[in-house]
């Protein structure tokens, strides 16, 4: 997959050189470019925003050096992904739908946020998706590019030395993934739980979905997954 990133703070992007991230690019995965949107500009002061029409507080990123910097990098066919706080959020279909494309790029925005007819005039030759990372408002749209980038690069095929470990995962099946342990089996005074240490496989699978319901019904009552909503009948003996 090839990722290009626009922003003004090209160096805010250097996290996708490591880990998992880096990984994916020295394995060939990920082809990742990381622009300066004021090189698209042509002014002394290299100026990227303007004051808003209709006023209020604030200034917004200018349309020409976008349109430039899109022109430029946002072949046609391509996805145009915004971060963006009036975005569809971004959940793990999301993630993976994004995993299934050959080329993202990613349009950092600063401010209060991109003239909108950027976004109108590229949606007329690549598909535009606005992303949200959460109900919350970040200073750019920087960390949400690290945030995306990350959540589509580990669903790559090939990424993960073992792909069985993505299908257990939280938000996978609509389910939070139940409580994980590793040795030593007491810590602390504390046990780990004893089927876990049982060897049987059936049994271990029941309570690992059993405390999947529970946690999700618990901390995230709000999740319900077409395929495998959590029902009245999974919740029995929890409430
Ligand atoms: N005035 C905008 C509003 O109220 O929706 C907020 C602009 S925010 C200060 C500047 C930039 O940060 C946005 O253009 C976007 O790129 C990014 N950003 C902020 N919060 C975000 C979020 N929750 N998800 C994705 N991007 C976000």
Not at 7 to 25: D, H, K, Q, V
Not at 29 to 43: A, E, G, I, N, Y
Not at 97 to 125: K, N, P, S
Request: hydrophobic share 40%; glycine share 10%; with cysteine.
């Amino acid at each position: 997959m090839r990722v290009d990133v626009v922003t003004i703070f090209p160096e805010y992007l250097a996290p996708l050189g490591l880990s998992l991230a880096g990984r994916a690019r020295d394995a060939g995965l990920l082809d990742v470019h990381v622009h300066d949107l004021r090189s698209w500009t042509h002014d002394r002061h290299r100026t990227v925003d303007d004051t808003p029409y209709g006023g209020g507080a604030g200034m917004v990123m200018k349309p020409e050096p976008w349109g430039e910097a899109l022109d430029a990098v946002l072949p046609d066919g391509a996805t145009l992904v915004v971060p963006s706080p009036s975005g569809e959020p971004l959940r793990q279909a999301l993630a993976r739908e994004l995993a299934g494309r050959e080329h993202l790029v990613l349009a950092c925005g600063r401010y209060e946020g991109i003239d909108q007819r950027v976004v109108e005039d590229a949606a007329t030759r690549a598909e535009v998706r606005e992303v949200s990372v959460g109900d919350y408002v970040l200073n750019g749209g920087e960390a949400a590019a690290l945030v995306i980038v990350e959540a589509v690069a580990r669903l790559l095929p090939g990424f993960m030395g073992n792909p069985d470990s993505l299908l257990e995962e939280s938000h996978e099946d609509g389910l939070l993934e139940y409580p994980v342990y590793t040795r030593p089996a007491t810590w602390r005074g504390r046990e780990v739980p004893p089927v876990l240490l049982s060897g049987d496989h059936g049994a271990i699978a029941a309570w690992r979905h059993e405390q999947a319901v529970r946690r999700t019904a618990e901390r995230r009552p709000d999740l319900a997954h077409p395929a495998r909503a959590v029902t009245s009948g999974d919740l029995e003996g929890h409430l």
